[in-house]
């Protein structure tokens, strides 16, 4: 695959997801189907964060590497914007259920780094 359909495709999404996501956070009823609404609504934030969080994620490697960057590069700012939005899904988890604190946000923190090294140290 080529780097610019990889990269239209992820706007294309984040597109989607986010009038997705506000048109299923404004319309949808969440007292009649719970269920339904939380898997939706937080499928579609997912989708969402990490669509916004790879494009922002290339840009900065696209300054940091002078405008040279490869599909490898498209895909390491996916995998790593992914690890990012559960970073700050985990860190509201941890607000939520009255655990946040600078040691278990930080061991999230070591936690998703280490996965980010692991998948890195596999790619390669």
Do not use: A
């Amino acid at each position: 695959m080529k780097k610019k359909l990889i990269l239209l495709i992820v706007l294309i999404i984040f597109l989607i997801t986010s009038l997705t996501w506000y048109l299923t956070y404004d319309y949808l009823d969440p007292f009649r189907n719970t269920t339904v609404t939380f898997i939706v609504v937080i499928t579609e934030f997912i989708l969402f964060c990490v669509s916004f969080f790879t494009m922002v994620l290339y840009v900065f490697k696209k300054v940091l590497y002078r405008w040279e960057v490869f599909l490898e590069h498209v895909f390491s700012s996916l995998r790593q914007s992914f690890l990012i939005t559960w970073f700050f899904i985990g860190s509201g988890v941890f607000y939520r259920l009255w655990v946040f604190e600078f040691s278990t946000v930080f061991l999230l923190f070591v936690i998703c780094l280490f996965i980010e090294l692991l998948f890195d140290n596999l790619l390669k």
